[in-house]
């Protein structure tokens, strides 16, 4: 699977909060952009070894046009610096995508919590949600009000969304929200690791969908190596301890499409033929880790000694 690519237009930037800059992207000639659902994401590549993962948050209805938003992070690596110091309005970039593991499952209710910048995947889903009657409420923490990305909008919901800007209520008092909740509810949360952690403690898995833009803590050490057969490569390589699936196909001459290296974004998501795979990455559910259907093959590893793939 190689995904969209186009190199698209920045047609609009918007400062939505303090150091949050929304960008709205168009194909330069007007062409429809492929349709996208709520949760999705798109992987911009800004330049060579410097590409990003940002979640759509505009109207899936508008073929015309697709909306990001960008957090600048002083700290970071040099990604989100770039968005806002070079993609101003005309600036071109070119976008892959779009692809989702963050889907917006039907459900009666919906209890949607969301930390900092980890409100852009849900704010389409707060959308659907509306237009198709379900029961739902929003918890949405910062920093600080100023900090809080699309509050505007947000207002729009009236008493349905709660906005508890740190500084104002303290850390977020989930109680309230999670416990007790009826079996109908689907709860979604996007936002730091420690809010997720925290979330994911409260909720039983099958109610509770997670994005995460860091990776999952993991031990050190452990690996042992295992043989990977590439069925339409028609290759077997040998995964030594310490070296990924990727970095081992990659090196053997086969094209294969990432992005993170970290299991984040599910972009190098592969088919697996046969095996069993030490699912490593922040991206799979328990029941798709479970059935073993697919891996990233970036950070997942093997249970046994082989694994067969589609590659």
Not at 238 to 266: H, I, K, N, Q, Y
Request: proline share 7%; hydrophobic share 40%; glycine share 10%.
């Amino acid at each position: 699977m190689t995904g969209h690519e186009a190199e698209l237009v920045v047609a609009r930037t918007e400062l939505v909060a303090d150091g949050v800059l929304a960008l709205t992207l168009r194909h330069p000639l007007g062409e429809a952009l492929p349709p996208w659902e709520p949760g999705a994401h798109v992987d911009v590549l800004l330049g060579p070894e410097l590409e990003r993962q940002y979640s759509l948050c505009g109207d899936p209805a508008d073929r015309t046009s697709w909306r990001i938003a960008v957090l600048r992070e002083p700290a970071g690596r040099g990604g989100s610096a770039y968005v806002h110091t070079q993609l101003a309005q005309g600036a071109k970039v070119r976008v892959r995508g779009p692809r989702n593991h963050f889907t917006l499952r039907p459900a009666a209710r919906y209890r949607f919590v969301a930390g900092g910048i980890g409100i852009t995947p849900l704010l389409p889903m707060l959308a659907a949600a509306q237009a198709g009657g379900a029961e739902w409420s929003l918890l949405y923490g910062g920093r600080s009000r100023h900090s809080m990305a699309f509050a505007d909008e947000l207002a729009e919901y009236g008493e349905r969304v709660t906005l508890a800007p740190q500084d104002e209520c303290g850390l977020l008092d989930l109680g309230p929200v999670l416990d007790e909740l009826p079996e109908d509810t689907l709860v979604y949360c996007c936002g730091p690791g420690p809010l997720l952690d925290a979330v994911e403690a409260r909720c039983p898995s099958g109610a509770l969908e997670v994005e995460r833009f860091r990776p999952r803590e993991r031990p050190p050490g452990g690996d042992t190596a295992f043989e990977v057969e590439l069925v339409r490569a028609r290759r077997t390589l040998t995964v030594a301890p310490g070296v990924s699936v990727l970095d081992t196909v990659r090196a053997a001459g086969v094209e294969v499409l990432f992005s993170c290296t970290e299991g984040t974004c599910g972009t190098c998501e592969t088919d697996v033929l046969e095996g069993v795979p030490d699912h490593r990455d922040s991206v799979l559910t328990p029941a798709e880790r479970e059935a073993g259907e697919t891996m990233m093959i970036c950070v997942s590893r093997c249970r046994g000694k082989r694994l067969l793939l589609d590659l």
